[in-house]
């Protein structure tokens, strides 16, 4: 009985402090912080792959893994700006927030240059290699044009 008494108060103890976590609110800092290591991810990725892409560096069967870093950080944009998080140093414009089905057309944009970049990645051809990498950057540049700070 006692046992059972203990192993129930653990359970509990353990359900509740799991639940904690998952009810907590993102602050507005912890969401910009978590969208700029997103970006600085996606930066090390597309400067890889160009890397690789323009014959730089050796692929050695890396640009794939390249790509699908893009991809997935790709995927991770439509949340990583939720309403309020334009807090503190940012390069994200208002426009973000301000014209959200443009700002999604162009996550789209991207999330589809991607994914076929890592299409292209996986064939191994070169030309549709050169062709895929050239969208992905050209779906950076397009949102980074309207949404983002210029420097």
Known sequence: MQRKFFSAIAALTISSTL?????????????ADYRS???????????????????L????GHLLGHAQGLANGANE????????SNVGESEALPLIWEEPEAFA????????ATAAFVTAAESGDEEA????????GMSCRG???RFRVQQ
């Open 57 to 60: 560096v050796e692929n050695d």
């Open 129 to 136: 290699i050169g062709a895929a990498f050239r969208n992905v």
């Open 105 to 112: 057309e162009a996550i789209a944009n991207l999330q589809e």
């Open 143 to 145: 949102c980074h044009d």
């Open 77 to 84: 944009l439509s949340r990583v700006f939720p309403k309020g």
């Open 37 to 55: 290591a997103v970006m600085t991810s996606l930066r090390g990725h597309i400067g890889a792959a160009s890397m690789i892409a323009r014959g």
């Open 19 to 31: 639940s904690l976590y998952a009810f907590a609110d993102t602050t507005p800092e912890d969401a």
